[in-house]
C-alpha cells in the first residue's frame, strides 16, 4: 500500500535492508574456512537503538521556530546575573569573615556570651558530670551549631549557592548529556499503541519489532504514520493498511516511487515534528531570553504562511535556506505529507536529480519530462487567465484595481476557437500565429467553426480580429511575449499533440517531488515568463485540491520580475488551501514599489540576510513595527574619598567589582522604538546571519531573530 492508501505492486524496495541469512547446512571439508555470512566488506546490520533513541527522544511543545527536538525549556525572563568577579570575590571574602568571627569566638576575644544558651537550657548535672563522653558529645554539638549558623549566614551574604550553581556539580550535570530512561510500555512511541487500540496489534508486533532490528527508518515511521492518518479518516480501510504492514513491514505504504529516503541528507530533520533545523538564535540581547542559543527550525506549520527571503548574491540564501527546505519537503513528500516544486537556475545547487520524481530541464534536450503551458486545464478562459499572468502579469499596474484581464479576454478569444476546431489547445509557434494575426491560420480557424456551425465561438473569433491593429489592442504584447517562448532552443518544449510527457501542477493531489529547471543562461526574459507562469498554475492548482491534508508548496529560487498584483493575491490564499510559497530576492528593487508593502504583508516568515541596503531595510523595519521597552539612563559620578579610612574602603571596593566607586542614578522610562532599525539591518548583521521573524498558520507570532545559519 504506498501513502494515499493503495496497494502497491512492485514489492520491496530495492535499497530496503535484506534480512541476514545464515550459511547453508552443507558439509565443510576438513581445513576450509567456513562460509562468510555476508561479502566481505559489507558492514553487518545496525541495530535500532539510534531509531529507538530517536523515536523516544522529548519535543516539547515550544514557541514557534524553536527546534522541538531535545529541547530544554528556558524561562522567559533573563535571570539577574552578578559578574564573574564580583561573584567570586565576595564569595571568598563571605569566608574570611565567617573564619574571622569563629576565630575571635573560640579564642575568647568576644567574651563567653555565646555559650550562654547552651548554660541556661541545658541542665548543671548535663554539663558538669563525669560522663566524659557525654559532655563532648554536648559541648562540641553546640559548637558545631555554632559553626553552621556563621557558615549559613556568610554563605548567605557571600551567595555561595550561586557559585555552587555556576561552577559546581549542577553546571557539569547541565553539560553532560542526560541518559533518558526508556519511557514506560503504554508511553512508548516505538510499540505503535495507537494500532494496538484500534485492533491491529499484529501490525503494532510488527512494526515495533521491524524498529528493534534497525529495519525501520525516520521516513519510515512517517509514512507508517500518514497511512495511519488516513485509516483514522475513513479514507482507508483498516484491514488494506493491516495487511500492507503484515506483508512488507517498515517498507509497508510506500512513496510510489519506491524510495524510502533520499540519495543524500546536508541539513538535520525531524519528521516526527516536519521540522528542518536552518541555524542557531543567536545569543544576543535584542533576541528573547526563551530564544537564546537555542535552535531556530521551520516547518509546514510556518511555511504554509509562506516564507521571503532577501539578501544579496552569496549571503547563503541558496545554500543556507533554500536547500534545506527542499531537502526537508521532498523527505514530507516521500512519507506521504507533501508535494513540493523547485524552481531555480540550472545549476543552482537544489539538490541531486535523484532527489526528486520529475525533473524538468526547460531548453535541455535530454529532458525527460515537459512543461504543460496550460496547467493541465481544459477550460479556455482559466488557461487564458493563467497564461496571461505569465505572459504581461508583471506589465500590469500594480496599484489596486489594476489587472490582466484584457489580455485574458485575447487569449480566450483564440483558444475558445481553437480548441472546439482540434481538441487541444494551440502550441507555441500556433499561439504566435494568432496573436499576430496571420490570415492563414485565423482564415482557417473561421472556415472551420462555419462548417461545424458554432456561431457563440465565431463571434468571439470575430471580436478578436476587430481588435487586430487598434489602439490598446493587447495581441501585439502578447505575441511579442509569445516570440520569447518560440526559440529554436525551446522547440521540443510546450507539446500539446500529446508526443511528449507534459508535468502539470495538477499532480499537486499526489506526493510529488518536482523539480524545474529555467535556462537563466541566455533567456534570462523567457525564464521570468515560465516562473511567472509556474506561481499562477501552482496558486490556481492549489484552490482547486480535493484532498487538502497534503501541504503543497512552491520553493522559488530567484523571484526576480515574478511579483505581480495577481501573485500577491494568490499568495494570500495559498494558507487557507493548506499550502505556501518560498521566494528569495536580492533586493526589494527587484519588486514594483507598490507591491513591497503588500508582498511583505502577505507573507507570514520573512528573512533579511547579511548584506542588505539600508533602503531594504528600511521595508522591513516599517512590516516589523515597533516594540515598548524600558529604557534605562544611567548617571555615574565618581567619589572622591579624603581620608584614608574613606580611601582604603574604596580600594577594597575596586578590588571586589573592579570599578571604581561611584554613586549611580537611574531614570526608568517606556520608550518606543524600533524592534530593528534600518540601520541594524544593513550594518550590524554579520556574515551568514539572518534576521528572521515568523508566522505560524495558527496565528503565533515571534519577533525578529537574529539566527546564524551556519552553526
Known sequence: MDSDGTQDARGTHANRVPRPAGPPDVPVAPGVPPRPARAPGVPP?????????????????????????????????????????????????????????????????????????????????????????????????????????????????????????????????????????????????????????????DAADRLAAEARTGLMRDVDHARIARAWQGVRSGRHSLATFTGAVLKDGAAACLHPSGERDLPGRLARHDLVTGQVRLGTTADDPRNPYAYRGTGLALGPDLLGTSLLAVGPAGSGKTGGVVWPLAESLCLHALAGRAAVVVVGAAGAGLGPVDAYDVVVRIGNPESVYDLDLYGGTTDPDEAAAVLAEALVGDLADPHPGGDSRRSTTVLAQLLGPFQAVHGRFPSVPELRQLLDGAPGPLGALRKALEDTGQESLLRELDARARQLGQPGDGGAVLADRVALLDRPAFAGFFDTSGQSRPFSLRALDHPVRVRIDLPARGHADASRILA???????????????DRSLFACLVLDDATGIVTPEAVRGIQRLRSGNAGAVLTLRTLDDVPRPLRSPLLGAIGCRMALAGLTPWDGQDFAEVWGKEWIEARDVTDRQIIAETPAGKAVHMLRRVITGHAPTARAVTVRQVERERWSASELAHGVPPGHAVLSLTSVQGEHAPPLLVDLRS
Open 45 to 201: 546490520l545496525p541495530d535500532g537503538s539510534d531509531f529507538l533513541a530517536w523515536v523516544r527522544a522529548p519535543r516539547p511543545e515550544t514557541a514557534p521556530g524553536v527546534w522541538r527536538f531535545g529541547h530544554r525549556p528556558r524561562p522567559e525572563e533573563e535571570p539577574e546575573r552578578i559578574p564573574a568577579r564580583q561573584l567570586l570575590s565576595g564569595a571568598v571574602i563571605a569566608f574570611l569573615v565567617g573564619w574571622l568571627v569563629w576565630s575571635l569566638l573560640w579564642n575568647g576575644y568576644l567574651g563567653g556570651w555565646w555559650v550562654l544558651p547552651l548554660e541556661l537550657f541545658t541542665p548543671d548535672s548535663w554539663r558538669h558530670s563525669g560522663d566524659r563522653v557525654g559532655n563532648a558529645f554536648l559541648w562540641y554539638g553546640y559548637y558545631t551549631l555554632i559553626a553552621l549558623i556563621i557558615v549559613i549566614a556568610v554563605g548567605r551574604l557571600g551567595r555561595w549557592g550561586e557559585v555552587w550553581r555556576r561552577y559546581g556539580l549542577p553546571a557539569w550535570q547541565r553539560a553532560a548529556p542526560v541518559s533518558e530512561r526508556p519511557p514506560a510500555p503504554e508511553e512508548d512511541p516505538a510499540q505503535w499503541n495507537q494500532l494496538r487500540a484500534a485492533g491491529a496489534s
Open 532 to 546: 511567472r507562469l509556474v506561481l499562477a498554475q501552482f496558486t490556481a492548482s492549489v484552490a482547486v485540491r480535493e
